[in-house]
């Protein structure tokens, strides 16, 4: 029996998170991972809702009482998952899809190498670039490095499991619902 475990990596602006949430939406066997983050909540997010929202302060205690399954600083801020949420998912029979950086990625295989890990690239970082000036309403605050670290991102696609370009969403949802049966079914 394989690891109820299935990892989701994208550059930002990716669609990775709207690739999981229909996902969840359509197979009750998956359950949500909500990771924890230092970064300010963006319009219409609450916490708990796509993410816990701590201070550094708080998210670096939890560091220390090893709270973390996988923890990162990305792009300035700090994202975990919490352990407790992996074990539920084992005690309960689930599969927990977890939508995490390629950092987060690689730490949670090294501790479960028999996970089920994902990638979806953009179509282009010309494109990438497009989603994420619409997504963030303009504002391109550290726009070159978050473009500099998904060209880095996406060099490391071959070393996942699975991998599916984002071009267009219905496409690419058709895509990712296949490779999530595969491994529901390997259960």
Known sequence: MS?????????????KSSLCNKALQEFPELVDSVSFTTRAPREGETNGNPYF??????FEKRI?????AEWAKVHEFYYGTPRYQIEDAFRNGKHLIMDIDV????????????????FVLPP?????????????????????IRLK??????????????????RDFDKAYADFRKIIEIILNKR
């Open 3 to 15: 690891t109820p475990l299935i990892i989701v990596s994208a550059p930002s602006g990716a669609g």
């Open 53 to 58: 929202f701590v201070s550094q302060a708080e």
């Open 64 to 68: 220390n009482e090893d709270y973390f």
């Open 103 to 118: 950092q987060g990625a690689n730490s949670l295989k090294a501790k479960y190498p028999d996970c089920h890990t994902i």
């Open 124 to 144: 282009s970082i010309e494109e990438l670039r497009r989603r994420l000036e619409a997504r963030d309403s303009g504002k391109t605050q550290n726009l070159e």
């Open 149 to 166: 670290n998904a060209e880095k991102e996406c060099n490391q696609a071959d070393r996942f499991d699975y991998s599916l370009v984002n």
